[in-house]
């Protein structure tokens, strides 16, 4: 369709004019050069595949158009060109959904698409490339993990989509999984807030963290939300003096993996951990820290002086934290008051060094 045909050129003519009549159906199409190139392609004018047109052409002289001349028979071609897989990507099971494929080039073709069909399910998913790249990956049609699928490709030329080309089975790799670094596995943490991460896996936009309470066997799930492999076990509500059983999926090519090895993860005994009440430096002596609190008792929303920054935790009487943050030398304003009337306990800690005061919520 594409096949550069040409007019017999006119003395002075800045504009040729086409007028194709399909002679299976009579309908005319006109098209206009708009300059005085002799060369014309019948995509031009929107023909059909498997067509024979009688072709008339006209001149734009002087600023008149002439007569159309003697009519000639055109016939397009039987079928549009097909395209498939290449050899390289056919047949093959991935190593990941990003990883490349590429369909065979076809001349002329501004865009590609991609049928999937599930071998499994039988569901059909089309993909359209919206360009001339004939790069193909199977995330971009959504395809699952540890899935066969039979694709076949239609290449667009000359303002038409053509047939599909040969199928061709391509098998998607099994999810890939992750789990806390080896570094953080089996540990005893020093504090909630300690930085815990899981191995990065390539592609992954988002992590989420399963936490298996090993004393009750209850289960909370965190998802990161970003594909930052920070975690820490206060952002899962995790409480003192518990082993967890952690858990990571990774999200990669719009599917969530399987979950990893599990890992055990036991926190602090308390927020002091491992601090006696002579090493709490509660008046601040010998480098510690020096806090105060006011009013107390409050309704949630009180001060809190320290002399040094450090993280704060609020725990309730059972233990368990309620409130956790930090706070910079000074004056620091804390907004608790979504915590229940009652008692609570003000741990501000700095690594080894740790302080605590008694606090009323009215």
């Known amino acids: 369709m594409t096949q550069g045909l040409a007019c017999v050129a006119v003395g002075g003519s800045t504009n040729y004019r086409y007028e194709l009549t399909d002679l ?4 005319v199409t006109v098209y206009y050069r708009t300059n005085n190139s002799t060369l014309f392609q019948m995509n031009w004018a929107n023909a059909a595949y498997n067509k024979t047109y009688s072709i008339r052409v006209a001149a734009y002289v002087s600023g008149a158009w002439t007569l159309y001349g003697t009519s000639c028979n055109v016939t397009t071609p039987a079928s549009a060109p097909t395209s498939s897989l290449v050899p390289a990507s056919c047949g093959i099971t991935e190593t990941s959904l990003t990883q490349g494929l590429n369909c065979v080039a076809m001349t002329g073709a501004n865009n590609y698409r ?3 069909t599930d071998q499994g399910t039988s569901a059909v998913t089309v993909y359209t490339k919206g360009n001339n790249s004939t790069l193909f990956q199977m995330n971009w049609a ?3 993990y540890a899935t066969t699928y039979s694709i076949r490709v239609s290449a667009y030329i000359g303002n038409v989509w053509g047939s599909y080309g040969n199928a061709c089975n391509v098998t998607t790799p099994s999810a890939p999984t992750t789990s806390l670094q080896p570094a953080y596995c089996n540990i005893t943490e020093t504090s909630l807030t300690q930085g815990l991460s899981c191995v990065a896996i390539t592609g992954a936009s988002n992590y989420r963290y399963e936490l298996t309470d090993l004393s009750n066997s ?3 799930v965190y ?3 970003n594909n930052n492999t920070l975690f820490q076990m206060n952002w899962a509500g995790a409480t003192y003096a518990k082993t967890y059983a952690v858990k990571v999926a990774a999200y990669v090519g719009g599917v969530w993996g399987a979950y990893g090895a599990a890992c055990n993860v036991t926190t602090p005994a308390s927020a002091i951990m491992g601090n006696s009440v002579s090493d709490l430096r509660l008046l601040g002596l010998d480098g510690g820290i020096l806090l105060s ?3 107390n008792p409050n309704n949630g929303n009180f001060t809190l002086n320290v002399n040094t920054e450090a993280d704060v935790d609020v725990l309730s009487v059972l233990g368990e934290v309620v409130y956790s943050g930090t706070v910079s030398a ?5 907004d608790a008051t979504s915590l229940k009337p009652g008692m609570y306990i003000v741990v501000v800690h700095n690594g080894s060094t740790a302080a605590q005061l008694r ?3 009215e």
């Open 359 to 361: 606090m009323i919520k």
């Open 330 to 334: 000074g004056d620091n304003t804390i």
């Open 293 to 295: 609190l006011f009013p």
């Open 114 to 116: 991609y049928e999937l």
């Open 142 to 144: 959504n395809a699952a």
């Open 218 to 220: 209850a289960v909370t």
């Open 24 to 27: 299976g159906t009579s309908a």
């Open 223 to 225: 998802t990161k939300g």
